[in-house]
């Protein structure tokens, strides 16, 4: 048999505007939840990161956190554990590791109303490494999931009959070719998507019982930018997928329970992480490039920032929580530059400083990194 799990990562970093995140309400998570909802026969694994709930709570869209909550007690979707404000847990300490993953949890019971089950853990960015794992594992999460292309480099292959264990976690490998194929649009009908799905996956198992994860953005049904249909495209995949034999659907924690698990040595990566980048130990291009000088400054500057948040009892300690959001270093690499929209946690930055009591050597390290930052982008870093 050959088994097929999807899971939806839903996120809006926390400067998030109103008109972006009703636009993104309206077109993308109230039918995508919706649908799901009304689908009993498709299983699915689901991640929303606190940040998303914590804005629509705001914003006032009490039914689609309603949806959310009946999600939850559907029995067809499992939802994952994650870092509430998207930070990039391998690169961060392991203490604000834990309390990332701890607001998220205690921020769905609050907002949504529900205690997560302690099933799966999606890690940001699917950013992983030994460390996080052990975090994880100590969390108390029952399974993590990360991108198969560094497991590739170091191993050979991507396994599709055993799940990787570390240390007694299993760590399941999301499929970077079928998840891109589809998220990129690589084959544009369903009846194509669902023939090459059959056809690969048959003489990737050969005769053996295997699985395979596509994981991406929930947003790219109808969120990202010339997606606004692709929702039934979706629907009508997953309608193929049940009517026709030979491919079944199922939770993560559903495929996890049908296969071995085996302990091997899992790499570190993410899941913009390329066998390339995982040679030259490149492994979180995206947010912490070497070459970069941006990404490196805003590692000092949250370095500084975090050595007086131990004990520190401000009163906006929530806002370093938000200012740890991946976002900043995602928009200041070539592929994606936008300066602008880096820049949206700077204001964080600027009210944590105004509360801490910094060193005369902090204040001018400070000065230096916004001008590294001003003189990199062409942005000025108004006070």
């Not at 554990?81 to 392991?94: K, N, Q, V």
Request: glycine fraction near 8%.
């Amino acid at each position: 048999m050959k088994h097929l799990g999807f899971l939806l990562h839903c996120y809006q970093p926390p400067w998030q505007n109103k008109y972006t995140l009703n636009r993104m309400h309206r077109k993308c998570y109230n039918p995508l939840f919706e649908w799901i909802l009304s689908e009993p026969e498709v299983p699915i694994t689901l991640n929303i990161n606190f940040s998303l709930i914590e804005l629509l709570h705001i914003h006032g869209h009490s039914k689609t956190i309603e949806s959310i909550r009946k999600l939850a007690d559907s029995g067809h979707v499992d939802f994952t554990g994650s870092g509430a404000y998207h930070p990039i847990l391998p690169l961060i300490p392991p203490s604000e590791c834990e309390r990332q993953i701890r607001l998220n949890e205690e921020g769905f019971r609050r907002i949504v109303g529900i205690d997560l089950p302690k099933i799966g853990f999606f890690p940001p960015e699917m950013a992983c490494d030994e460390k996080t794992a052990a975090i994880v594992k100590n969390s108390g999460y029952l399974w993590l999931i990360m991108d198969d292309q560094s497991f590739v480099y170091r191993h050979g292959y991507a396994p599709f009959n055993f799940i990787p264990s570390a240390n007694g976690l299993p760590v399941i490998l999301r499929s970077s070719y079928w998840s891109n194929n589809l998220a990129f649009k690589k084959i544009n009908t369903v009846h194509g998507f669902y023939d090459a799905l059959q056809t690969n996956l048959g003489k990737w198992f050969g005769r053996s019982d295997g699985y395979a994860v596509i994981a991406l953005d929930g947003e790219t049904f109808g969120g990202h930018e010339n997606t606004g249909d692709y929702l039934n495209f979706l629907k009508r995949l997953c309608e193929m997928l049940n009517k026709k034999n030979g491919i079944r659907l199922a939770t993560i924690s559903q495929i996890i329970d049908c296969f071995p698990a085996k302990e091997i040595a899992i790499p570190s990566g993410s899941w913009s992480t390329s066998q390339e980048d995982a040679a030259r130990g490149i492994y979180y291009p995206l947010w912490k490039h070497p070459e970069n000088g941006l990404h490196q400054a805003l590692w000092e500057l949250i370095s500084i920032l975090l050595s007086h948040m131990k004990g520190n009892t401000i009163a906006n300690r929530d806002l370093m929580d938000k200012a740890l959001n991946s976002c900043q270093f995602w928009w200041l690499t070539p592929d994606h530059w936008n300066p602008a929209n880096a820049f949206r946690t700077i204001p964080m930055y600027q009210d944590i400083i105004c509360q801490l009591d910094l060193s005369g050597d902090e204040h001018e390290k400070i000065k230096k990194i916004f001008k590294t930052l001003e003189s990199g982008t062409g942005l000025r870093i108004t006070t």
